[in-house]
């Protein structure tokens, strides 16, 4: 599987959240404590909005994170208020570029840990499923690049948690049409560049770890030490698959068949179903 987070909040340099901390993603790419595989290493990426620009920037490679000197430059140098980082662990497809997270679609931004079961069975009639308009931007051949188009197909740019249900469901019942009992495991964050979503569910109801972390006030209370923590305004808010550290009452799981959005008006939090 893989490893990722966001971060909406105030801008930030990117390096303070993908090499700093105690147990980084840099740091998960070799030693994640919570994965399937405890090395990460089948490529990276980064996605970041900045200024008045629409669409996010996205740097992916097929080398390790660990070792990369360009995601190095790129963190040191890179201030955004809201960031994609991820490192793949491949569950079948090919290791290139265009099989790396994040992916973009205009102002969409998409990553995903977790599988499509027998991908391999599905994966044509899910294709005909994509909005023939939107097929030609589908690059790689990943499950998770096609949950994505399915989801703008299914209405994400008008409801992003509607459509994301939409897709689940879709794949549940393609997979069980090929005879797959638990066809999907998912952590998928999404945004808009403005508001982000993050989901948690698998079939099997038995989903990969997912954290968000306490709100800045309230850990600011707890840790009035920390310097980091004064920096930082009320809104900042980290989705991760695992934590970063391992700062007393910092993070929070995400409970199973849920779904959360932050958004500078406030944080809400949902029941998640797939909708058939």
Sequence with gaps: MCRWLAYSGTPILLDNILYKPAHSLIDQSLHAKMGVETTNGDGFGVGWYVGDKDSPAVVRDIGPAWSDRNLREIAGHVVSPLFFGHIRASTGTAVQQTNCHPFRHGHWMWMHNGA?????????????????????????????????????????????????????????????????????????????????????????????????????????????????????????????????????????????????????????????????
């Design 116 to 276: 499509i079961e027998d991908f391999h069975l599905l994966r044509r009639d899910l294709a005909l499923a994509v909005e023939p308009s939107l097929f030609p931007y589908v690059e790689g051949s990943t499950d998770s690049e096609m949950m994505f188009y399915l989801s703008l197909t299914l209405g994400l740019e008008k409801d992003p948690p509607g459509a994301v249900a939409r897709m689940a469901g879709l794949v549940e019942r393609v997979g069980h049409e090929h005879g797959v009992e638990f066809p999907l495991q998912m952590t998928v964050a999404v945004t808009d560049g403005v508001s982000l979503w993050a989901f948690r569910y698998s079939s099997r109801k038995e989903s990969r770890s997912l954290f968000y972390s306490t709100r800045v006030e309230t850990l600011r209370s707890l840790h009035p030490d920390v310097a980091f923590l004064q920096e930082i305004t009320g809104d900042a808010r980290l989705i991760v698959s695992e934590p970063l550290g391992d700062l007393p009452g910092a993070w929070n799981a995400v409970p199973e068949g849920t779904y959360g959005v932050v958004r500078p008006e406030g944080d809400e939090m949902h029941t998640f179903t797939p909708v058939t």
